[in-house]
C-alpha cells in the first residue's frame, strides 16, 4: 500500500500544482501583463465653454465644448444621457445664482480645485482623437427656496443634514488641439483647472498626450460661446503651484 500512497500523493501535487499554475494564468490574462496604475499625464486651464450652433458631418449641434488654453474638450451631444446632461449643465451656467458652485467628488462631501478627465490606458499610449470621461460633480450651498426648487429640478439632491445640494454629470467626449489661432477670450471669471488622468502601465513605450486637430473647421456661425453667469468657487488654482 505504501507505493500506492505514494502515487496517489504525486498525483495530488501535481493536480493542485496544475491548479495554481492555471490560476496564475487566468489572472494575468484578466489584469494584463504589468502594474496598472493612475497617473496625471496633462493639465490645462479652461476659459470658456461654447457649444456647436450647426449640425456638422463630425459633430452633432448642441455639443458641448469646454475651451482650455491647450485643448477643447468636446462632449457631443450623443448619446441621449450627454445631451440631457448637456442641456442641464447650460441652465447650471446661464442662470443666475446667488452663491458659487464648488467641484466635489461622487459623494459630495470632498472639495476639489480642479476637473478631472479620465483617459483609457491605449488612448494614452498610441494617440487618437483622444476619448475620454469625465464626473463633474458639482456642491452648491443654499438657503433660498426658489434656487431649492431650481436645483430639485435639475436633478440635484440635498446632501443629509447639510443645507448642500449635489449632481453628478457623468459625460464623455473627445479632447482636440486648441485651434491657437482661434483661442477665444476669456470667458469666465475664473479659470477652472483641469487635470487629465489616465491608466498606465510600467511600460517604456508609454507617449504623452497625442491630440489631434479639431474634425471641423472654425467658423464664426460654427462655435457660439456660452454667456455663463455661474461663479466656481476654486480655493487653490493650479497655477500657483506648478
Known amino acids: 500500500t505504501h507505493p500506492m500512497r505514494k502515487k496517489l500523493l504525486m498525483l495530488t501535487t501535481t493536480f493542485m ?3 495554481l499554475l492555471t490560476s496564475c494564468m487566468i489572472t494575468s490574462a484578466l489584469i494584463g501583463e504589468g502594474k496598472q496604475y493612475h497617473k496625471e499625464i496633462g493639465n490645462d486651464e479652461l476659459i470658456a465653454f461654447a457649444e456647436i450652433a450647426k449640425e456638422l458631418p463630425t459633430i452633432q449641434k448642441g455639443s458641448l465644448i469646454m475651451q482650455g488654453k491647450k485643448y477643447w474638450f468636446i462632449i457631443r451631444s450623443v448619446p441621449k444621457s ?3 446632461n448637456i442641456e442641464i449643465l447650460h441652465k447650471v451656467l446661464t442662470e443666475p445664482w446667488k452663491e458659487q458652485f464648488q467641484f466635489t467628488d461622487e459623494s459630495g462631501l470632498i472639495t476639489k480645485d480642479y476637473l478631472e478627465l479620465q483617459l483609457p490606458y491605449n488612448v494614452a499610449r498610441v ?3 483622444s476619448p475620454f470621461e469625465i464626473s463633474l ?7 433660498s427656496d426658489n434656487e ?3 436645483l430639485k429640478e435639475m436633478g440635484f439632491t440635498v446632501l443629509p443634514d447639510s443645507k448642500a445640494w449635489h449632481r453628478c454629470f457623468e459625460m464623455d467626449g473627445g479632447l482636440y488641439k486648441s485651434p491657437q489661432e482661434n483661442i477665444p477670450q476669456q470667458q469666465l471669471r475664473r479659470v477652472l483647472p ?7 502601465t510600467e511600460d517604456p513605450k508609454m507617449t504623452p498626450i497625442k491630440a489631434v486637430a479639431l474634425p471641423f473647421a472654425m467658423a464664426a456661425d460654427v462655435v457660439i460661446t456660452i454667456p455663463v453667469m455661474t461663479v466656481f468657487l ?8 506648478w
Open 127 to 129: 494617440g487618437s482623437d
Open 17 to 19: 500544482a496544475t491548479l
Open 148 to 150: 431649492k426648487t431650481r
Open 82 to 84: 450627454n445631451q440631457e
Open 194 to 200: 483641469v487635470k487629465i488622468i489616465a491608466e498606465l
Open 234 to 241: 476654486i480655493t487653490h488654482p493650479m497655477s500657483t503651484r
Open 137 to 143: 460633480c458639482l456642491r452648491y450651498y443654499t438657503v
